[in-house]
């Protein structure tokens, strides 16, 4: 069984930055992606970014600000996010690709 917990999630001004780490804990293969999904209020999950062997992958919103990278054993990944907007603001959940997900971590950007 595979087991992720976030951390990292916070209250941030316009323009600041944050940090989310996931850690996997059970069986990972670096064959799987990681990444991070978002979902704000009343909104339908999205993509965030992904890494895997094959590369990294970001939505179009968030490409230039935010970087996703993965160690540890292919068992952390981290999603570093700058030049935080508004619109950022959401539940951010870590994902394994073999069917796992955290239980999220809650973003906000607000002055």
């Known amino acids: 069984q595979v087991q992720l917990v976030e951390s990292g999630g916070g209250t941030v001004q316009p323009g600041g930055s944050l940090r989310l780490s996931c850690v996997a804990s059970g069986s990972i293969s670096s064959i799987y992606a990681m990444g991070w999904y978002r979902q704000a209020p009343g909104k339908v999950r999205e993509l965030v970014a992904t890494?895997?062997?094959?590369?990294?992958l970001y939505a179009d919103s968030v490409k230039g600000r935010f970087t996703i990278s993965r160690d540890n054993g292919e068992k952390t990944v981290h999603l570093q996010m700058r030049s935080l907007r508004p619109e950022d603001t959401a539940v951010y959940y870590c994902?394994?690709?073999?069917?796992?997900w955290g239980q999220g971590t809650q973003v906000t950007v607000s002055s």
């Open positions: 994902h394994y690709a073999a069917g796992y």
């Open positions: 890494v895997s062997s094959g590369g990294t």
